[in-house]
């Protein structure tokens, strides 16, 4: 599959997107990324595993800075903070005061409180007793 026939055969969403080519997640062999309805990125062998597509993704929604969709907001949060690891305590990477690009001028960023969903799921996920009784 090239990148046009991506584009044209799914519904490509704005917020990225990984489009993994193969049979499953861990045995593909090729995956695209894609943004604001374009593939943008294609990777094939050498190094096609999931984990190095699964870094692409997160890095492009903080490189783009992009919000996540709201309806995959907390699976995605929660993969970011307890699996990948990715600023697992706090709200936002960057600074609380920055200067707008436009006027020069500080201005505070928008902060917000982890998602209570991720903090509960994230809480019972490591009390839970992975040993079989």
Known sequence: MT?????????LPTTPRLIVLG??????????L?????VVFTHSPPVPDFATALAVLFAS???FNIEYQV????TLEFVQ?????????????????????????PVKRKTT???PRVIS?????????????
């Open 121 to 133: 799921f994230m809480r019972d996920f490591t009390a839970f007793d992975w040993q079989n009784d």
């Open 113 to 115: 409180d982890m998602n």
């Open 23 to 32: 049979d499953t997640l861990w045995s593909a062999k090729r995956w695209m």
């Open 61 to 63: 929604f903080y490189v």
């Open 34 to 38: 894609s943004i604001e309805g374009r």
């Open 71 to 74: 309806e995959a907001a907390t």
């Open 81 to 105: 903070r307890f699996l990948v690891r990715i600023n697992p305590d706090a709200s936002k990477c960057s600074a609380k005061v920055k200067k707008s690009l436009g006027s020069g001028r």
């Open 3 to 11: 990148p046009a026939d991506a584009e044209t055969h799914f519904s």
